[in-house]
């Protein structure tokens, strides 16, 4: 029952289920996970239709065991703790922006919303995007019931809709990853000192960055708007990791990175995950110098990639043409340029000639 119900449009809010950890290197093997429904009437009419496809995907809150018990009543469930799905610095609250509003009126609009960050500075959220088809591999579900739980405590819903996105076959491991990362506080890049400082940091100055651009447009005429094509900003600096692009895509590929994986194993589980972004004429160029990057100081770029990114660096600075950081982000990318040029790349293996039999 649980399979099929997962995977259909009858989910109703609040409906429970629950799915073993198998994974006998995990350290949760033998736990169990606890999906909750999240169809909130309210968030549904909220957001824009196009931001979230139920015919694809459902939302989830995620809690998780602390013993190989499966819990059965809403007490029960009430007690486990619900895994952090994604830390925004609160600097980031009131994206998207609505060249309608100014960014006040676009504060005030949205108070009905309260903001509860962490001691770091952080908002958290609980919601994760699942989506799934007919060839999915759905982990074993058990279908637990429907249970009007407690929601999280200060927790954070996005407005844009901005969950953490996920499919069926790799979300227990996302999952897990996340109560680590941010339950457990393990993810330093999100919570030592220095990180925490340099992020709240960066989202200030993108958060500045934003409402000029966002004032000057609403400045515009009809007609002016119509015909504007911004300068072409990659985020808040000129460093190639100065952006949401670059960072998602650096995220993505550690997530499927191995010492012992091959170079073609790499890159064939990460290409799907960052493929929005390779398609985007602007993002592309992006994610494709990072991939370099980071191939490169694992000692496995091959031929290919760093050609790729090559020709990448010109095409980015393409649009950096006019912009009066043109010359910053022009001497960063051509100190990649001039690593990826002296790099050693991989070499393809010659296949082995099948010795012939002696008569």
Known sequence: M???KITSKKLENGDTFATRIEDKKSKYCGQYLIFICFKDEFWLNYWPKNWYDESHSTLFRIKITTNKTIPTTKEEI???EYVISKAECVEM???????RMTYEELVESRSFQELHPDEYGYLNEY???IYYSRKDIVPNFEYLGNFDVEKPKNEFISFGCDTHISIFPRIIADTLKHYDDYNKREDKSHYSQEEVEENHKAAKEFLELQIKIDNYIRGLTDKEKKNFQPKYISGWGTGLYDCDVALDTKAEYLEVYDVKKSVPDIMNQVLPRVKDFIKD?????IAWMVLADLQMKRKKLDKRL?????DCIEIDLSYWQGNEQYEERKKELYRLKKRLENSKIVRKKPKKKESSKSD
């Open 93 to 99: 609250a009131y994206f998207p922006f609505m060249s």
């Open 127 to 129: 919601l994760n995007d």
């Open 2 to 4: 649980g399979l099929k």
């Open 78 to 80: 009430d007690r486990l």
């Open 306 to 310: 760093r050609d790729t990114a090559l």
């Open 281 to 285: 004429q602007y993002d592309g160029p």
